[in-house]
């Protein structure tokens, strides 16, 4: 499969990509890894006139320690995420989740900021990112802002990203040691999770991310509140998909999904406890 | 547009639409034709060569993203003199394979895998090797021949 004819653009710098986006509107597409996007292309689901690469913008490739959270340059490949020892000693969830997505050809290309600006509810990184309370930071012509990660994810496949706005960095709070769990239900290592749990508990309460259980990456917020509340783990991860959407597709029916996601939530929190 | 790459230790520059696939541009331009397109959708890793010395799957991966890489496919991986790289042998002593479509891909993704892990465990070596489907499943022989190159 080829994907239809197109134009492609090189980004030097972050503003001079926010400037080519802008001259192209929306017809114009940000490519990184293409890990998300050419598969899309091949089939045709999608078809942007224009490609504006960015996967060249090394400055914006980068794991840092930053006091209270990490700091993530949006175009860090999954590969990197995974072996970070930044990330590995302070956000150890988010490394361990980076490596499952795909397969390590797709790690090696594949970014975070394209994970998370894709926003697909089957992706590990954006639940996972999510249940961690991250803050994602976009740029666009007018400068920068951030968003919440409990506020991105609109709908399927959409964000709060504006046509004209970039991703720019990931700022994920540290664990402090926080225990943590990441569980992907799949028939075959490298496939999409039929349901994903992201979860961690700690001194300052829990949070718990589910992927592929509806329209965006879902916070299973009931079972944090519950387990705060003094539910055990048994009955806060009965409220599991309180906060969930699921749907059927070929993997699952909606009733399975939701099973699923309920032992899946149990056990991550069990071994997040332990 | 223009892109240059060095493939297998040449050059090469070539004139190449944006959206020729590196797959399709290693195959049809530069006549490599070792490696192989499977599925076509960065599922089965057939179409796996190594990118600035890692392993990526080519089909997805435009040519005009690879410019100025150092490319390395599977005719790239024996010496000059015919002697077959550790991981060729390796598969050979081993019957690592047995259609043979895949191999080019194995080869690629296990060689990029012990550059990674020198030292890996049966389970990280099949965990390391989930990026490539084998449909004759000879995937015993082929986890194998990895362990054998990596000299265990």
Redesign the interface.
């Given at each position: 499969m080829i994907p239809a004819a197109f134009d492609y653009v090189r980004a030097g710098s972050a503003a001079e990509a926010i400037s080519l986006i802008g001259q192209h509107g929306s017809d114009a597409k940000f490519i990184a890894g293409g890990h998300s996007l050419l598969p899309m292309m091949k089939l045709r689901l999608a078809q942007p006139a224009i490609l504006v690469d960015i996967s060249r913008i090394s400055d914006l490739s980068y794991i840092k320690d930053a006091g209270d959270h990490i700091a993530i340059g949006a175009m860090t490949r999954h590969m990197d995420v995974e072996k970070s020892p930044v990330l590995a000693q302070h956000v150890p969830l988010l490394a361990h989740a980076a490596g499952h997505v795909g397969d390590p050809q797709v790690r090696h290309r594949g970014t975070i900021g394209g994970s998370i600006a894709h926003a697909d509810p089957a992706s590990d990184l954006p639940a996972t990112t999510l249940a961690l309370g991250a803050t994602y930071v976009v740029q666009g012509p007018n400068g920068t802002r951030e968003i919440a990660a409990s506020d991105f994810y609109k709908s399927f496949l959409e964000s709060d990203l504006a046509e004209d706005e970039m991703l720019t960095e990931i700022r994920v709070p540290k664990m402090n040691g926080a225990g943590w769990s990441f569980l992907k239900f799949n028939r075959r290592a490298q496939d999409w999770a039929i349901v994903g749990v992201a979860a961690w508990r700690g001194a300052n309460g829990s949070g718990v991310g589910l992927v592929n259980m509806g329209q965006t990456p879902i916070l299973a917020s009931s079972v944090s509140t519950a387990l705060a509340g003094g539910s055990s783990i048994a009955d806060a991860a009965a409220l599991a998909v309180d906060d969930a959407q699921p749907s059927a597709d070929n993997n699952a029916t909606v009733e399975y999904r939701t099973h699923l996601a309920k032992v899946l939530v149990r056990r991550a929190l069990e071994h997040a406890s332990a | 547009?223009e892109i240059k790459v060095t493939v297998n230790g040449k050059k090469f520059t070539s004139d190449v639409?944006?959206?020729?696939?590196l797959v399709?541009y290693i195959r049809e331009v530069l006549n490599l034709t070792g490696t192989n397109v499977g599925c076509?959708?960065?599922?089965c890793?057939a179409c796996?060569l190594h990118?600035d010395g890692?392993?990526?799957?080519s089909c997805?991966?435009?040519a005009?993203?690879a410019d100025g890489a150092n490319i390395t496919t599977i005719e790239g991986m024996a010496a000059a003199d015919g002697t077959l790289h550790p991981m060729q042998q390796a598969f050979m002593e081993n019957h690592g394979l047995q259609c043979g479509f895949c191999t080019p891909g194995m080869v690629m993704?296990a060689t990029?895998?012990l550059e990674?892990n020198p030292n890996p465990t049966e389970e990280e070596v099949r965990?390391?090797l989930?990026?490539?489907l084998c449909r004759c499943t000879g995937y015993h022989n082929i986890v194998k021949a990895v362990m054998a190159a990596a000299g265990k």
């Open positions: - | 547009m639409e944006p959206r020729t696939l399709h076509d959708t960065s599922s890793g796996s990118l890692e392993a990526v799957k997805t991966v435009l005009v993203q993704a990029s895998l990674e965990i390391g989930e990026g490539n």
